[in-house]
């Protein structure tokens, strides 16, 4: 198996601007809404003082935990609940949400545009799983490229926005399964149904919960996960798509985890991190690790 490391920057975005950051803050616009949360990760001088960024809201958090809980303090008379963002072809509802989230991860869409042009360029039926898949981007971009999609998320609330998004993205003739499970637990079970999959992502978080209270430890339970991920896959899979954030992790660990499970189909494996490019500077935010196996 080859590897590869890749920093994967996601500058493929019109709705989307990391507009300044630094001191621990980030000033981003998502579509018409322009937001400034706290980044644990922005150590470095913003190009202008925090004091004088001028945003719509700004999201006060309560502690130092990077999902945390917090407080959004409007700025503007123009900051509203909702509202929709593009990105290549896709429509989707942005919102402020208790825990800074945005209802999108714009970083991922560097995996996004990966995954469409893998399935665009099977020309045959290719069936997906999307674990931890939020509120669908991921799934969105699969169906778009003509896929069949299993999605699955323990919130049934993400998963009504992520159906939301489907109709918003003129998709809902494509076929797109919204499931709300643990996912441990639903990999278990596809395992014993007997289902298969040509290609599966997973982006978990540090720590969660499934339907049923169930809880998820990333540094515990990741192993087994990819373990049952192995186990899903055609006899040959196209990709494999893992992230991870907010843990005390190496790219290097998460990779060599996945290389261990995919050995057996040769293929090339990716590894590194995401960043967001910053408007009119060569910063770069990072914002996640990734580890990426594809067929050659
Ligand atoms: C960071 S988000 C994933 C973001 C997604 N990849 C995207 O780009 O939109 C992590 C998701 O994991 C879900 N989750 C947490 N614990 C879970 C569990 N035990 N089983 C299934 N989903 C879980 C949360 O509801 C949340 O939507």
């Given at each position: 198996?080859?590897?590869?490391?890749?920093?994967?920057?996601?500058?493929?975005?019109?709705?989307?601007?990391?507009?300044?950051?630094?001191?621990?803050?980030?000033?981003?616009?998502?579509?018409?809404?322009?937001v400034?949360?706290?980044?644990?990760?922005?150590?470095?001088?913003?190009?202008?003082?925090?004091?004088?960024?001028?945003?719509?809201?700004?999201f006060?958090?309560?502690?130092?935990?990077?999902?945390?809980?917090?407080?959004?303090?409007i700025?503007?008379?123009?900051?509203?609940?909702?509202?929709?963002?593009?990105?290549?072809?896709?429509t989707?509802?942005?919102?402020?949400?208790?825990?800074?989230?945005?209802?999108?991860?714009q970083?991922?869409s560097?995996?996004?545009?990966?995954?469409?042009?893998?399935?665009?360029?099977?020309?045959?039926?290719?069936?997906?799983?999307?674990?931890?898949?939020?509120?669908?981007?991921?799934?969105?971009?699969?169906?778009?490229?003509?896929?069949?999609?299993?999605?699955?998320?323990?919130?049934?609330?993400?998963?009504?926005?992520?159906?939301?998004?489907?109709?918003?993205?003129?998709?809902?003739?494509?076929?797109?399964?919204?499931?709300?499970?643990?996912?441990?637990?639903?990999?278990?079970?596809?395992?014993?149904?007997?289902?298969?999959?040509?290609?599966?992502?997973?982006?978990?978080?540090?720590?969660?919960r499934?339907?049923?209270?169930?809880?998820?430890?990333?540094?515990?339970?990741?192993?087994?996960?990819?373990?049952?991920?192995?186990?899903?896959?055609?006899?040959?899979?196209?990709?494999?798509?893992?992230?991870?954030?907010?843990?005390?992790?190496?790219?290097?660990?998460?990779?060599?985890?996945?290389?261990?499970?995919?050995?057996?189909?040769?293929?090339?494996?990716?590894?590194?991190?995401?960043?967001?490019?910053?408007?009119?500077s060569?910063?770069l935010?990072?914002?996640?690790?990734?580890?990426?196996?594809?067929?050659?």
């Open positions: 198996m080859k590897t590869e490391t890749r920093l994967l920057v996601a500058d493929d975005w019109e709705d989307y601007a990391l507009l300044d950051s630094g001191h621990l803050q980030k000033l981003e616009r998502f579509g018409s809404q322009t400034i949360r706290p980044d644990p990760q922005a150590f470095w001088n913003p190009a202008r003082p925090v004091q004088s960024w001028k945003a719509d809201a700004r006060a958090a309560k502690g130092p935990d990077e999902d945390g809980a917090g407080q959004w303090e700025l503007s008379p123009r900051a509203t609940e909702s509202w929709p963002m593009r990105w290549n072809g896709l989707f509802t942005a919102r402020r949400t208790a825990f800074r989230h945005m209802g999108v991860f970083e991922h560097v995996h996004w545009r990966f995954a469409q042009e893998r399935i665009r360029a099977e020309n045959r039926p290719v069936k997906v799983l999307n674990l931890f898949g939020y509120t669908g981007m991921m799934s969105l971009a699969c169906a778009a490229a003509g896929a069949e999609v299993v999605h699955l998320d323990a919130s049934p609330k993400s998963n009504g926005y992520g159906k939301e998004n489907q109709s918003l993205s003129g998709l809902d003739d494509r076929t797109i399964r919204w499931i709300a499970d643990d996912a441990m637990k639903f990999v278990s079970r596809e395992q014993r149904r007997g289902n298969r999959y040509d290609a599966i992502v997973l982006d978990p978080p540090k720590f969660g499934g339907t049923n209270n169930e809880t998820w430890r990333f540094e515990e339970d990741l192993p087994g996960l990819l373990d049952g991920v192995q186990s899903l896959l055609t006899e040959s899979p196209l990709f494999v798509i893992a992230t991870a954030y907010a843990v005390r992790l190496s790219y290097l660990a998460l990779a060599q985890t996945l290389a261990d499970r995919m050995a057996a189909y040769g293929g090339i494996l990716e590894q590194g991190e995401m960043a967001l490019p910053q408007t009119g060569d910063r935010l990072p914002t996640a690790l990734y580890a990426r196996w594809r067929a050659d």
